[in-house]
Every structure is written in structure tokens, then in C-alpha cells.
């Protein structure tokens, strides 16, 4: 016996006990910001991921997100752990924000609210959630989806399929498509919706076909489960934004909402934002939050707190709450200003007399180009152009000045290459 493990030590030591770990592959969107740090021409734009950029291509911490800090800095407050729910005046403000502080839900003490690790980690603990106490459902997601929506339902083990949601024919919404599909799938099926300016396609639905959605939903006892991850930066308007998840809560829908507040506010690296669980009863709210607890603690015990201070903090005082408003304003318009020049790039220098108009139609961070994936390698590869091989470009990292050679790139791809 002792011989045989002498022999297993010195194998260990000449082969890595990690031989059968493969490579992963790089991730379709943070990936592109690891293959564009490495580009070494100056021609080169970062289109990937969806983080906004000022005029110079320069990242922005929000000037009421420094005020938030400075006046943090001097309270001096303390770094305890937080509960293992989050920050009780997060919790309480980013629930306001999202329903309307005057919504019968809040004041009923119906809504679960959990503060969790940005949008993506809410939407995880979700998912946790979805696989413990509905083992049966499934999760419709739209096609297509923002590219992490796959991994984070595989990863937690929870099965998924696709509703019908993006025409390439009309470059539009395929409304009937959906409601065909959200109609024929197994009763008490999850429909996660994206709240507003869907990712990737910026193509969101009209308020009367939100209504009809939530027909739909409702006759199907389907749970509605949104990810709203751009609020205020849609329209420029939190409460606009907020219209279709408020909604369905008006229906008296139970419903599920994952938050974030990494564009909204700027606030990528902090991993702030929450889940929100819209429930029949305080009493029921109150088991749904006890057991997403139950779920975080082994995950990630607590939530981290510099991110639910700046939160509490803007949202909390009515000047940084004004102030912040009109940044998100300034930040959508901006976003709003390189589509349009972006647009009218391609529609003088096209001569094919290809219509681009579907650019201005869409909202949000984001435009769906159109382009396949070997006409987005060659905005890469040719025009040092990063962005994500769907065809998505974040506008949010474009300014007025590479609009016209965004153009260019654009054009030469989608004419050139097949
Ligand atoms: N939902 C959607 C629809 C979304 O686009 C993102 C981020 C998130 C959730 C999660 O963000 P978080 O920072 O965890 O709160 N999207 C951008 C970044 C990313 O892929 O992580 C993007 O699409 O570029």
C-alpha cells in the first residue's frame, strides 16, 4: 500500500492533476474587451461591451455617484457585514424606484427584496430559486438573448427554451411569433422579458403589445420574470422604463424582477443591484425572501456595501436624486445623438439605397446591425472594430467624431462580405 502511493505522489508531480480541464472559450462579450486591450492600432474601437463611454471615449463615474462617496467618506462610516439580505434603505429605495413608491405592493409589504450582486448575480439567485421550489418549470427566453441569460439557467441547472422575438424581415419585433410561443408552452412556464431596450436587438414592445403579453401570461398561469437592467436609460425616464413591469403588478400578478445599477448609475465594478419578488400576501413575501437568504448565504454569505450606500445615498436625498436624473438624461441623449449621426453616416455614404432607418427605431445602449458573424470579423479584423459577433454594437462607446468610420466599416462589410 505505502509503495503504491509513493508511485501516486511522483506521477502527481510529473502530470497536472488539471490534464483533463480543457480551455475555455473566451466570453462572447467580455472577451471582446480582453481581444481590444490587446490591439495595439490606433484606429481601434470598443463596441463590445455595453458600458458608456463621454464624447472621448473615456470611461464616467457620474458626478453625483462622487458625491454619494465624498459625503460616505466623511460620515466614516463603519465595514461590517451587511445582513445577509443587503441594506435595509437599498432594499427599501431600489423597490421604490422600481414600482413607483406610492404602488400598493410596497405598501402592502408584498415584495421580497433582496439586495444582490448586480443584475447578473439577482438573476442567478432567481434561478437558484426557480430550480429548488419549481423543479418542473422551464424558463422561456427570448431569441435572442442577452448572451449570459443561457449561462446563468444552464448553470443553475434549470431548463430553458426560446420564444420567438427578433424578424430579421422586418428587422422588428416578431409579435405573433411570441405570443405563439409564450401560448404554447406548458402552464406555469417562467417568461423572462427584458423591461425595456431588449439586449441585443434594442427592439422593445409597444405598450398595447405588453398588454397583450400580459394576457397572454396571465391565461397561461406563466410567472412573469423580468430583467431590467437599463431603467432610465431606455427613455431618459425612470418611470417610463419601469411601465411594463408596473403593468403587470397592477394586474396583481406575482411576478419576478432582477435589477441592476451597473449603467444606470454607472456602477459596473460596484455589483449592485437586487431581486425583486412581487408576492399574493405579505405573509408569502416574507417565506420568499427567507428562502432566497437561505440561498445566498452558502453562495456569497452577504452583499457587498460600498454600491448600496451610493444608491441609498442618491436615491434617498432629492437634490442627488434631481442631479442624477438629468445625467442619465444627458447620458441617454448622448447615446441618442450617435444614432442619429450614425444613421445619417450610412444613409449619404451608401449608395446602394439599403434603408437604415431600423437604427433610429431602436433604443437603448445597443443597435442590432444586422451583420453576421464573418461581416463582424471584418469590422474586426480590417477596421479594428470590437464588437460582439451577433451583429450588437454598443453605441454607448461611440462618439459623434468615428461615426463616419463606423460607416465606412459597416458598409464595406455588409457589401463585401457575404
Ligand atoms: N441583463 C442584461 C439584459 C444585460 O445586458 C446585462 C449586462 C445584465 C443583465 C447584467 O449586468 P450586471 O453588470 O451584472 O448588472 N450586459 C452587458 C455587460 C455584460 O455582458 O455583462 C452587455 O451586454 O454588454
Not at 67 to 89: D, F, Q, S, T, V
Not at 275 to 294: D, Y
Not at 411 to 416: C, E, G, L, T, V
Request: proline share 5%; aromatic share 10%.
Amino acid at each position: 500500500m505505502q509503495n503504491f502511493s509513493r508511485v501516486m505522489m511522483a506521477v502527481a508531480v510529473d502530470i497536472s492533476r488539471f490534464e483533463g480541464v480543457p480551455m475555455a472559450p473566451p466570453d462572447p462579450i467580455l472577451g471582446v474587451s480582453e481581444a481590444f486591450r490587446a490591439d495595439k492600432n490606433d484606429l481601434k474601437l470598443n463596441l463590445g461591451v455595453g458600458a458608456y463611454r463621454t464624447e472621448e471615449l473615456q470611461p464616467y463615474v457620474l458626478n453625483v455617484v462622487k458625491k454619494a462617496e465624498n459625503l460616505m467618506l466623511e460620515k466614516g462610516e463603519n465595514k461590517e457585514y451587511l445582513p445577509i439580505e443587503g441594506l435595509a434603505a437599498f432594499n427599501k429605495a431600489t423597490a421604490e424606484l422600481l414600482f413607483g413608491a406610492d404602488n400598493p405592493v410596497i405598501k402592502q409589504g408584498r415584495v421580497a427584496t433582496l439586495q444582490s450582486l448586480s443584475g447578473t448575480g439577482s438573476l442567478r439567485l432567481a434561478a437558484a430559486f426557480i430550480q429548488r421550489y419549481f423543479p418542473e418549470a422551464k424558463v422561456l427566453i427570448s431569441s435572442p438573448t442577452w448572451g449570459n441569460h443561457k449561462n446563468i439557467f444552464n448553470d443553475a441547472r434549470v431548463p430553458w427554451s426560446e420564444y420567438r422575438y427578433y424578424d430579421p424581415k422586418t428587422v422588428g419585433l416578431d409579435f405573433e411569433g411570441m405570443i405563439a410561443d409564450i401560448q404554447a408552452a406548458p402552464d406555469g412556464s417562467f417568461v423572462l422579458l427584458h423591461g425595456c431596450a431588449h439586449n441585443p436587438t434594442g427592439i422593445d414592445p409597444t405598450p398595447e403589445q405588453w398588454e397583450k403579453i400580459a394576457d397572454v401570461i396571465q391565461e397561461k398561469k406563466h410567472m412573469p420574470f423580468f430583467d431590467v437592467a437599463y431603467q432610465g436609460f431606455a427613455s431618459g425616464s425612470l418611470d417610463e422604463d419601469a411601465s411594463s413591469v408596473r403593468l403587470f403588478v397592477e394586474r396583481g400578478l406575482e411576478v419576478f424582477v432582477a435589477q441592476s445599477y451597473s449603467k444606470n448609475l454607472g456602477l459596473y465594478a460596484e455589483r449592485i443591484g437586487a431581486i425583486n419578488v412581487v408576492c399574493s400576501a405579505p405573509e408569502v413575501a416574507n417565506r420568499v425572501k427567507s428562502q432566497l437568504k437561505r440561498l445566498a448565504r452558502p453562495m456569497y454569505s452577504n452583499p457587498p456595501i460600498h454600491g448600496a450606500r451610493i444608491v441609498a445615498n442618491v436615491v434617498g436625498d432629492p437634490v442627488m436624486f434631481g442631479e442624477w436624473k438629468q445625467e442619465m438624461e444627458e447620458m441617454a441623449g448622448r447615446i441618442k445623438n450617435v444614432r442619429q449621426k450614425l444613421y445619417d453616416s450610412l444613409s449619404a455614404k451608401d449608395k446602394s439605397g439599403k434603408d437604415w432607418s431600423f437604427i433610429l427605431r431602436q433604443i437603448g445602449m445597443f443597435s442590432y446591425t444586422g451583420l453576421n458573424k464573418t461581416q463582424s470579423d471584418n469590422m474586426t479584423d480590417k477596421w479594428h472594430i470590437y464588437m460582439t459577433k451577433d451583429g450588437r454594437i454598443s453605441l454607448a462607446g461611440l462618439s459623434l467624431a468615428k461615426c463616419e468610420y463606423l460607416a465606412d466599416a459597416i458598409i464595406d462589410s455588409f457589401h463585401n462580405i457575404s
